[in-house]
């Protein structure tokens, strides 16, 4: 029988039920975690469910980087954003290896739990760099800046996060369009909702600055240097639906 823990679907209720599957001396093989939102009940399971306490969570990360390293608890972090079926017990297994060999982890990358975590948080990385350079602005009726997207993975919050620092004088909001998740700061600090119709206008104003840029960008184009395939190597094409200059 599998023991199946349940939790709330954030990376630190995530942590919180792996913390008990450890500290417990559960065997890695025999336990399940799944967020309670895609759990489907069967009646052999044992089922547990996890609360998220925020001490717990320190104490995990704390364990993590003491074993290892802040890199390696950064890894683990960006895996849990990525998109991949069953991460949850890709990164439960990875967990137990960092507490049984430390540092040593780092160096595994012929264990295939090992290499698949590394592949999961590259991609994450990959992508959140990409859009720190992709996301396009516009101003709203609502008198903030707003710009969407839609990432592959749950990158929201890193996206939010660096754009705190680099917009910090402005009111703005973040939409994934896939997820329905929203990041809202209002010049103090971010605040991440949930909202499945957000209906905003475009200021005149922005949608000028919107044509000036197309403008703008087809005026600097050399024709006889265009290179579709290079661009869409450098570029993938899912990266363009937002961006003014592709539409």
């Known amino acids: 029988m599998y023991k199946i823990f349940l939790y709330d679907g954030t990376f630190e209720g995530f942590m919180c039920a792996a913390f008990h599957i450890i500290s417990e001396g559960i065997d890695k093989d025999r336990a399940i975690i799944v967020s309670k939102n895609e759990y489907q009940p ?34 683990i972090y960006y895996a849990f954003l990525s998109d991949t079926k069953d991460k949850e017990g890709y990164i439960l297994r990875y967990l137990f290896f960092v507490f049984e060999h430390g540092k040593k982890i780092k160096y595994l990358y012929s264990d295939d739990i090992v290499n698949a975590v590394e592949k999961m948080a590259k991609n994450v990385s990959r992508e959140i760099g990409k859009y720190m350079g992709l996301m396009r602005f516009c101003e709203t009726d609502k008198g903030f800046l707003y710009a969407k997207f839609e990432p592959k993975n749950d990158i929201i919050k890193p996206i939010a996060y660096f754009f705190k620092n680099r917009l910090n004088e402005f009111y703005w909001a973040i939409h994934d369009v896939k997820r329905n998740k929203v990041a809202i700061y209002d010049r103090k600090k971010v605040q991440f909702l949930t909202c499945d119709n957000l209906k905003l206008k475009v200021t005149h104003q922005d949608e000028m600055f919107q ?7 087809k ?7 265009k290179n579709l395939k290079l661009q869409q190597q450098n570029m993938p094409k899912r990266y363009w639906k937002y961006l003014l200059e592709k539409n």
Not at 53 to 62: A, G, I, P, S
Not at 211 to 217: A, D, E
Request: aromatic content about 14%; cysteine-free.
């Open 42 to 75: 069967m009646f052999i399971d044992s089922v547990r469910e996890v609360q998220n306490d925020f001490k717990t969570f320190l104490e995990m990360r704390k364990g993590i980087i003491e074993k290892a390293d802040s890199s390696v608890f950064k890894k």
């Open 211 to 217: 044509m000036l840029w197309k403008n703008y960008f």
């Open 219 to 225: 005026a600097v184009a050399i024709e006889e240097r």
